[in-house]
């Protein structure tokens, strides 16, 4: 009889991860349709195809390999090393991996533009437009992304192998041969398929800075499939090509892949100071320059037009607040559908663990989440919004497929912030649940202080993702429908360029102000003083 009321409390998390694997079987079922085999074997021979399959790869990874290469020595550092603006770094890393991408570019392009302020300062001119610019976003959204991910591995080091280190007197360069890189090594696999899906469906980097036809990724392919020629099996084809590569590729990488195990200690690591030297030093140092030259200078630039008089004048403007108030109305609700769809997934996947035929499941529900980068967001809502219009729902649809689509994409990123906590908890404590009989809402209220951060990071993440998302909505925007991001971009794309940098403000301004009240509401003071 427990065993059976033990499963039966397993009704939603089921029913959460059964809407989404039905949502999107049956978004991709919707587009097959169309999709004729004679027509997909012509697109096989088309050079077109394999020289942008061919961009896309290499683009993506380069991004990956610069943005790992350049988070080790950064994570090393911030782990040994205790600095004034530490903290703020490591919150900025936060909002930068989530910071809207038309708002980052347009950062990029006021520091390295052909007039701007690298040009001005010191007369160096980078070309912006093409494979330099696109590695230079995804550098920027993507090595905080990593240097986390490192810095979840280190946490896993126990305090006796650091103890030992520091009386051995090992110095930093032993100490990372010998202790540090058995737990990074561990981490990197999983940075890197993230990091790499996430490069290889770039759309709003590349649409922007791709430059032309000549470095164009399968996501821009699509993009231009479904919204210049309406040509929904070609999308279709793209999209399965995408998905096939993306997942041989994680496959590779998981298989060769030593398995990361998450710390169940309840003690937090102790920091010991090991052997200090002029090499380590001059590492910091220059790991610290990388991240001030490449994170702070868009950052800053973002701020720039507060000054303005033009930005008071923007300020006033009917179409941003109107813009302002459809991205909250898509925002909020997609980060607490993503929300509720991670909940799901983790109280499943912890369900499974330490029960004999289902122990294999935890990290396959896990990647399964993460499987969603896989398929473009475009093609997932056009494949909605034709399954949706032979129900006799048309353009009303649109703006629910905006939402959905937006929490699922966010999804990968509120399974990150909420999986290594909730198992952490349930080898903590299952058996003590057990044998006392919690379990359910009860056993929430219990485990809440100890989760509530995370929760409060994950619903973070979402939010901002959505709030600064540019693909979905560029499809379906229309005069009703236009989000604060596809505001921006169209005032860029009409070389309103100064009050573009105003909205650019006023977008990241939001974010931060949403980002901080997240973590106060949810994860509490705490939250907000680390």
């Known amino acids: 009889m427990f065993s059976l009321r033990l499963y039966q409390g397993m009704t939603p998390a089921i029913l959460g991860v059964g809407l989404f694997l039905i949502m999107g079987a049956a978004s991709l079922a919707a587009l097959l349709r169309y999709g004729e085999l004679s027509n997909w074997l012509g697109y096989l021979s088309q050079p077109y195809l394999w020289r942008v399959i061919r961009f896309s790869l290499w683009q993506a990874l380069l991004s990956s390999g610069v943005s790992i290469l350049i988070a080790i020595p950064v994570a090393s550092c911030l782990v040994h090393r205790r600095f004034f603006g530490r903290s703020f ?46 590695l230079l976003a995804h550098v920027f959204f993507n090595m905080p992304l990593a240097v986390r991910f490192l810095l979840q591995g280190y946490d896993l080091i126990p ?62 392919a699509i993009y231009q499939a479904l919204r210049f020629d309406f040509d929904l099996g070609k999308a279709c084809f793209l999209a399965l090509m995408q998905v096939a590569i993306c997942t041989l590729f994680a496959l590779v990488v998981y298989r060769i892949a030593p398995v990361n195990r998450q710390d169940v200690s309840l003690l937090p690591t102790e920091r010991y100071i090991l052997k200090d030297s002029f090499l380590a030093k001059t590492s910091d140092l220059a790991a610290m320059l990388c991240v001030f030259l490449l994170v702070f200078p868009p950052f800053i630039a973002i701020f720039d037009p507060v000054f303005s008089a033009a930005f008071f004048d923007t300020l006033q403007s009917s179409s941003l607040w109107k813009s302002v108030m459809v991205s909250l109305q898509i925002a909020l609700p997609a980060a607490a559908a993503s929300l509720l769809l991670g909940i799901c997934f983790g109280v499943l996947a912890r369900f499974c663990v330490g029960r004999r035929y289902l122990s294999f499941l935890p990290n396959k529900i896990e990647h399964l989440g993460n499987m969603i980068l896989m398929v473009p967001g475009l093609v997932i809502a056009t494949g909605l919004f034709l399954l949706l219009r032979d129900f006799g729902w048309g353009l009303q649809s649109s703006y629910w497929i905006v939402v959905w689509v937006n929490a699922v994409m966010a999804l990968p990123f509120v399974l990150r912030a909420l999986m290594p906590i909730l198992h952490q908890q349930e080898q903590r404590f299952r058996n003590v649940y057990l044998s006392i009989g919690i379990r359910g809402w009860s056993r929430w209220c219990l485990e809440w202080a100890l989760i509530r951060q995370s929760v409060a990071q994950a619903f973070g993440y979402a939010l901002l993702l959505s709030l600064g998302d540019m693909g979905v909505i560029a499809l379906f925007g229309s005069q009703g429908l236009v989000s604060l991001p596809l505001y921006l971009f169209q005032l860029i794309g009409s070389y309103r360029l100064e009050e573009g940098a105003c909205v650019a403000v006023v977008l990241i301004a939001l974010c931060l102000v949403l980002f901080y009240l997240s973590s106060r509401l949810i994860g509490g003071q705490k939250n907000v003083k680390n």
């Open 89 to 134: 770094l490591l919150q900025l890393f936060s909002v930068s991996m989530v910071v809207p991408t038309i708002v980052a570019i347009l950062g990029l392009v006021v520091v390295y533009g052909r007039t701007g302020w690298l040009r001005q300062l010191f007369g160096l001119q980078i070309p912006l437009y093409g494979l330099t610019g696109i």
């Open 159 to 220: 305090s006796g192998q650091w103890r030992q280190a520091a009386q051995l007197g090992f110095s930093r360069l032993s100490a990372f041969r010998l202790i540090e890189w058995h737990y990074v090594k561990k981490a990197l696999p999983g940075a890197f398929v993230l990091i790499f899906m996430l490069c290889f469906s770039s759309f709003a980097v590349v649409l922007s800075l791709g430059g032309g036809p000549k470095s164009s990724t399968l996501e821009v």
